[in-house]
Every structure is written in C-alpha cells, then in structure tokens.
C-alpha cells in the first residue's frame, strides 16, 4: 500500500523535475563547457588581437601555419591544469604554496602581479584604441570602462557577471564575419595553412615569438585551474573538462587564423604599412569595406573589455588563494579587504596609466608580451613538478608520453622566450 | 617578569579581550614555575644544523613530531636530514641540547636513530601545518598557516599559536626586518603579529586530522551558519572531508545553511544510510528543498532509508514546486483542538519544541484539519490556563493558497509582520506553515551570504 503511495506522490514531483531539466542541462552544459572556453576567449585579448594583427599585415600568410603546432601546446599546457583542479580540488598558486612553501610563491606572486598589471594596461589601451575608431576621447572611454569593469564586480553578483562574460564570448564570432567579407582566395589560404615556412629573420623570428607568448600566458593556468576548481568538476567529470580544454584552445586559434588571415588578404597584399591593431581597422575600410573596420573595432573593444575585466580578478584570485586571503565574490568589500584592493588597484593602475599623455602605447604591449615570455617558463616548471607528483595526483601524474610532450613544449617555450628577451633587449 | 605583561606587551594576540584573557591564563598556568621560558617560531627551527658533540655536522633539522592529543602540542622528535642522506631520521627531542645556533646530539644516539616512522596520535608540524590551510574556530574563518609560534619551557617544548599574519609571511621569505623598518618608516607604526591559540585551530590537511574527537568539539564551537560559509569555501575534497567528520546533530544544522548546490553535493558523496540520518534531522522543508534537487533515484533511496513519518511529511512537501506556498512550507508546526485548554498547550509546546520548526503560533483546527483560528505564544502565557482555546484563539487568520506566489506571501508578511503564515486548501485544511525565514531564503537568497 505505502508502495502505491509513492507512485501517486512521485507523478506531481516529476513534473517538477522536468521543468527544473532543462535548466540543469543547460546548467550542466555551462559546468563543464565553461572554463576552458572562457579562458581561451579572454586569451584572445588587446596584445593578442594586436600581435596577430601585425603578423599578418607584415608578413602575409606565411605565419599562418604556426597556429597548428600553437595549439598543440596550449591544449597540452591547459589540459595538465584542468587536470589538476579536477584531481586536487585546489587553484594552481594553493598547490605551489603548499609544495614549494611561503618564499618561491611569495616572488613567483609578486612577478604575476607585474606581469598581470602590465596585460591590463595593454587591454585598456585596447579600449582606448578601439573607442578611437568610433572618434570617442581615451579620456573618456577608459575611466567609463575602468569603471564599468570595477563595478562588474565590485557591485554585481556573480552570476550576473558570468552569464555577461558567456554572453561576450559570441562577439568574437565578429573576427570570422569579417574574414568571410573580405573574399579571400581560399585554396591559397589552405596551402599555406598546411605548409610550414621559416626565414631566418630577425623580425620574423620575433614575431613567430610573439604569436607564441600572446597565445600561451602565465595568467591562463592560474585562471582556468581555478575555474575548474570553481565548477566544482568531479574526477568523474574529467573528459569534459579535457573535452572543454580542446575545444577552448582550438577557438582561440580559429579566431586568431582569420585575424591574420584577414590582415594578410587585405593590408599586407596592399602594401599598407601598420603598427597597431587600431591602424590595422582603419586600413581595412578602403580595402574590405567599413563594416569591417567597425566590427574589428568591435572585437577589439570586447576583447579587451572582457580581458581587463578577467586579469584583475584572476589575479586577485590567485595571490589570495596563495596567501590565504578570504576571496569570494559573495563576499562583501570589508570581508575580503586583501581580494577587493588588489582588484581596484590593478583596475587603478592599469587604467590610469593609459591616462598620461603620449604614453607608448605599443611598447607597453611588447614589452607586457616580453615579462609573460620571461615568467611562463617558471610556472610550467613548477606545473610539471606537481603534475607527475603521486603524493598529489594519485594514479592522474602524466604518462611518459604525455610527459615528452610537455618537456619538449616547455623547452621549445624556454627557447623562443629567452630568445624573445634577447632580441628586445639587443 | 610577568608572563602576562610579555604577552600584553609584545602584543602577542589579535583577537578580542575576552579571549585574550583565556589565553593569557593558560599560557601564565603552563609557564607557571618555570623559569627559562622562550617563544620561538618553527621556521627558526626548520633548517638548524645538528652537529655531535664534537662538533660534527649529522644532519640538518626537516620537521618537527608533536603528539597531538595535548592541548597545546607537545615536541616528541626531530625529524632531520642526514648529511648525504635521502631519507629523514628521527630522534627523540629529550635527546638534544641546544649549543648557540646548533642542535647538539649525544654521538650514542647516531646508531640509535629511528626510521622516520609516525606514530598514532603524532603530528608532522611542517609537513601538516605549514603552508596549509586551517580553520579558525574563534573567528570562523579559513586562513593559510604562515609560521607556528612554539613555547620553550625548560627543555620542553610546545606548540601554543598559529601564525596566519603578514608578519609571519614575511618572516618565511626572509624579509621581516625589512617589512618593519617599512612600517615603521612609512606608517609609523609597528606590525603584530597575528596568532591564533591551537585551542582554536582546526587543522584540515588530512581526514584523519578531522576524525580525531579534539576536533570534533573544535568545530562544533562554530555556529552552523558559520560553519556553512567555511564549508562553502573550502575546495571540493576538503568540503566532504570536513562535513562527514561533523557529527549528525551539527552536520544537519550547517547543512540547513548550505549553499544549496553545495548541499547537493555533500549528500552525493554518502550512501543512503549517513544521509538519511543527517536529512532526518533537518526541518521537513529544508530536507524537501533538498531532496527535491537530487537525482531522483539518489532521493528514493534516502527516503527508503528515512523514518517513516518524516518520510510522508517530506514526500508530501516534495509535491509542491519551491516557489509557491506548498513549497516553502513546513509541516511540523504545534495544532490543538478548539477545546483543548491553555495549559494542554504550554504543555505541548514545552515537549515538543525541540522538534517543532516553529513554536510562536499555535493553531487550532479539527480533527480534519480545518483551521478555526491561532493563538500566539505570547496570548498563551499571558492566559489563565484553564482557559479553551476557543476563547483565546484570532479567528481573523491570513491564510494563502498553496499555489501562492512568493511574492504575495512576502507582501502579506511585509503588512502583517507576522512571524509565520498558514497555507490551507480549498476547504479551509491547514496543509503547513511558512515561517518567515523561509519566505525570506526565496525571496532575498543573496542577504547573509
């Protein structure tokens, strides 16, 4: 009898659970195609856009095909971070805390910060840039966004500041619109595509270099670890997130192809000269039209946007985590003292110093590119170190090929980076 | 001088007076009679060379083994690296002098030396402690251990603070002397340190750290809405770690405060059985919300293995989507017959308080459930309990619908300012009660979080 009860009482209760489903699903969706995703599209930020840019109007297509051995090793990289936020449960600056101690993460911390601020002066000249297109004063369009940005945060909940962040990442689909509108000879595109080229040239050398430093950078393995950690991902859950990872860094590469692909149809086979990525918007107006120009200059300002909004939160984030500062969203200002302040000042600083007049703007790109190049190495070593440490990953330590990989990325990386530091100090 | 007037001094406590008076205390009742007394910090020990008396280098100091079942910690060995060696050793602490900067060994003790083997009941303060995270019951807060703050008395030596302040952090990286010429310069002012008494430390690094019963109490200091914050805040492993170390009493309670998503999960991770036990004794609402967001065949097990009253109550609850008055209702609410009397129901209340979600209004009804009227606890004590409570009882009652929207029944709380409103069907049968913090969970979940 008690059994026929609870048929009768489960009909209602299922009726609920299936309004309830599609919301889950989604939800679910979101849980585990998000951080590997979101990552990827903040990667594609101010230097980022600008750097694939110049590659392209300099040197044509034949830069393109850096992109395949590129993601490669950003799905190699991100893919030992997802797996360790799975595994462990823990961001990636707690566990070099807790396996190196207070001394190498309190400097490793302190070059992230300047490493970071540096990015996010780079992203609100991205802003400032990309207003200047639609004739708006930086003096105008940086405080607005530094301060748009600030309250995001500061202010909103963080829901509403993920769902504008998921929302953000369907504008990059501006940069594919605008390579379709350009026309390009596609069959040449894929030949080269396919066809590695190598000159020994100083200024090509730099630029492969900086294609490379742009699309690896240390915030990344910071921000996505905590992510997946943030998700609450299970171990069972891994595929996904590795599944999410793949995915994530093929975008980032995608967006990135028609970038260069558009600039090298367009300015480079024109002979135009540019330096920035605002110059590469508005040569495109005579040669592919002006709903170009506006939709790269649209990209652009959403790139940094989203970019300036995710720096100084993941790296609020990570010193916090490192030190054990209260860091949450849901906490007030008061609460998390440590976590808010770094998080304005970073916005403070970064957006203030766009502010002087005749600030190089380019050279504060390059050179932020230069710092990343110089800590990445570091962290990768460190990243491996815990990896393949039983104690920490159980049965999840690398297997030997994945460890050939990554060893040989890392030394490939130490390679071009220090070769970068060289070329922009000589 | 005055081991009370050191502390005071050195400023050796952050936290408030009252507690700085317990400390105060234990730390003059330990330290009483003796004379050579020293605080000391573990990074000043971690690394110290020990030589023999010849002044041989043996090794160089890599942990420290306290027992942990003192209430301040007790230093049992030295754990250290021999010279050329792979693998610590460990020796007694009794064993070793103190000579300048050096630990001196008795040269015998060098053959004598044992596997680093840990014990029951033993405690490795470097690898454990440093560097990881605790919790501070006093405050109720998660905090990363930065040093720990040891006391010398005589020869014996014990761990009595956490050290979670800059200062400690900067002591680590080698920069502390720095750090307070910085302050002193700049701000003039000279930096505490910020430490934590063990008596409130709850170490987190490993489970079996969590089950042992000197814990237990610790955490169970926390209030339940603190120890839901700290829970929430707490990586995935550590979350399930700390919850099932709770016993069930405290782990419903914090469970009730639980972000529901976290409440989810923690359930997930036990069988049927530790479920239904922490579930049972949670209100039924809380517990419906809740098994109405497992997965269906996870909530029929723990219903299965639950008491069969507050299974049917919950099941009943379960029918009525979250949001509505059938869902945010309770069903264990105080309800007498009108001619019950005054006294019948004080005694009512004073039995079954413990386990009523809501004990301000008492309703009156038939046997069927009709709701005649309600009378307020404060109507109660004040009446003559000889009294029916058909003559005491507002026959005026504001009831709704339980198809009622939350935002109806948060305007009629908001006019009213009742503590509770009754949700009855179409023929007047009261079918629960909302109190108010329910209401208040829905309709404004982001307050106190």
Not at chain 1, 51 to 73: N, R, V
Not at chain 1, 177 to 185: E, H, L, N, T, V
Not at chain 2, 98 to 112: F, I
Request: hydrophobic share 50%; net charge negative.
């Amino acid at each position: 009898m008690p059994e026929t009860r609870l048929e009768t009482i489960r009909q209602p209760s299922a009726a609920k659970i299936s309004r309830k489903g599609f919301w889950k699903i989604l939800g679910v969706y979101f849980a585990l195609f998000g951080p590997g995703i979101i990552t990827s599209n903040v990667d594609n930020d101010a230097g980022g856009i600008t750097t694939y840019s110049l590659a392209g109007s300099e040197f044509g297509l034949t830069l393109l095909w850096t992109l395949i051995p590129i993601t490669l090793a950003l799905i190699v990289i991100q893919e030992m971070c997802a797996r360790m936020g799975v595994v462990t449960g823990k961001g990636l600056s707690g566990l070099i805390r807790e396996r190196f101690g207070a001394k190498a993460t309190f400097y490793l911390m302190i070059a992230l910060f300047f490493t970071n601020l540096g990015n996010t002066i780079s992203e609100f000249a991205g802003v400032a840039a990309s207003l200047e297109i639609f004739g708006v004063s930086k003096y105008l369009s940086v405080p607005l966004s530094a301060f748009f940005v600030w309250s995001l945060v500061v202010k909103g909940s963080y829901k509403s500041v993920e769902k504008a962040f998921l929302v953000a990442c369907l504008f990059y689909l501006s940069y594919i619109i605008s390579g379709f509108i350009a026309r390009p000879d596609w069959g040449m595109i894929t030949t080269e595509f396919l066809t590695p080229t190598l000159y020994f040239d100083a200024n090509f050398l730099t630029m492969a270099v900086a294609i490379v430093g742009t699309t690896i950078a240390p915030w990344m393995q910071f921000y996505l670890q905590s992510s997946v950690v943030d998700k609450g991902l299970k171990v069972e859950d891994y595929q996904f997130a590795r599944l999410d990872v793949i995915v994530g860094s093929v975008i980032v590469n995608i967006v990135a192809f028609f970038i260069v692909m558009l600039c090298a149809v367009t300015i480079f086979q024109a002979g135009v000269k540019i330096e920035t990525a605002k110059d590469a918007a508005l040569a495109l107006a005579p040669l592919a039209g002006k709903y170009s120009t506006w939709l790269f200059a649209f990209g652009l300002l959403n790139a940094s946007l989203f970019a300036a909004s995710i720096l100084p939160l993941s790296t609020s984030y990570t010193i916090c985590e490192a030190f054990g500062w209260e860091s949450s969203l849901n906490r007030k200002f008061a609460e998390a003292p440590q976590f808010y302040g770094l998080y304005s000042l970073m916005i403070f600083l970064g957006a203030g110093f766009i502010l002087f007049p005749d600030v190089p703007l380019i050279a504060i790109m390059f050179y932020s590119q230069v710092i990343n190049g110089t800590l990445l190495p570091f962290i990768l070593i460190f990243m491996l170190i815990l990896v393949n440490d039983r104690k920490i990953m159980g049965n999840y330590t690398n297997g030997w090929i994945m460890n050939l990989i990554s060893y040989l990325t890392i030394i490939l990386l130490i390679v071009l980076s220090g070769s970068m530091i060289f070329t922009s100090l000589r | 001088m005055d081991p009370l007037a050191t502390i005071k001094e050195k400023g050796l406590c952050k936290l408030g007076r009252e507690c700085y008076k317990i400390i105060s205390l234990e730390v003059v009742r330990m330290a009483v009679n003796a004379t050579p007394q020293v605080f000391l910090f573990l990074s000043q020990i971690l690394g110290k060379k020990m030589v023999d008396p010849e002044g041989r280098r043996i090794g160089r100091v890599s942990d420290l083994i306290v027992n942990i079942a003192d209430l301040y910690p007790l230093v049992r060995s030295v754990l250290f690296l021999p010279v050329g060696g792979e693998k610590p050793s460990r020796l007694p602490w009794e064993k070793i002098s103190e000579a300048g900067d050096q630990l001196v060994v008795p040269s015998l003790s060098r053959e004598r030396q044992t596997e680093a083997a840990i014990g029951e009941g033993e405690l490795l303060l470097k690898d454990s402690l440093l560097d990881k995270q605790i919790v501070d019951t006093h405050g109720a807060k998660v905090l990363r251990v930065n040093d720990l703050h040891l006391l010398k008395v005589n020869h014996s030596l014990r761990l009595v603070h956490v050290d979670v302040g800059l200062r400690g952090l900067m002591r680590r990286v080698g920069l502390e002397k720095a750090m307070d010429k910085f302050f002193k310069w700049f701000f003039d002012y000279h930096l505490a340190d910020y430490l934590i008494p063990w008596r409130y430390v709850q170490p987190l690094s490993s489970p079996a750290l969590l089950r042992l019963k000197i814990s237990q109490t610790r955490l169970g200091q926390l209030h339940p809405a603190e120890l839901a914050d700290i829970i929430e805040e707490l990586d995935i492993h550590k979350r399930s770690e700390v919850f099932q170390s709770l016993d069930v009493e405290t782990a419903a309670e914090a469970l009730e405060e639980t972000d529901p998503k976290i409440q989810v999960r923690l359930i997930e991770n036990l069988n049927p059985a530790q479920a239904s036990d922490i579930i049972e004794e949670m209100s039924p609402s809380e517990a419906a919300d809740l098994l109405g967001d497992l997965p269906k065949d996870k909530a029929e097990g723990i219903l299965k293995e639950m008491e069969k009253e507050m299974a049917e109550d919950v099941k009943e609850l379960l029918v009525h989507p979250e949001e509505k008055a059938g869902g945010l209702m309770t069903s264990s609410f105080p309800s007498l017959p009108p001619q019950a009397m005054v006294k019948e129901a004080l005694d009512l209340l004073r039995q079954q308080a413990e386990n009523l979600d809501l004990i301000y209004y008492l309703y009156v009804t038939d046997e069927e459930g009709h709701l005649f009227g309600v009378a307020s606890l404060r109507g109660l004590l004040m009446a003559n309990p000889q009294t029916p409570l058909s003559a005491l009882m507002d026959s005026r009652v504001v009831t709704v619908s339980l198809e009622e929207e939350k935002e109806e029944i948060a305007d009629l709380f908001a006019k009213y300012g009742f503590k509770a409103i009754p949700v009855v069907d179409e023929t007047n049968r009261i079918k629960g009660v909302i109190p108010f913090k329910s209401l208040l969970e829905v309709v404004a979940p982001q307050l106190g979080k």
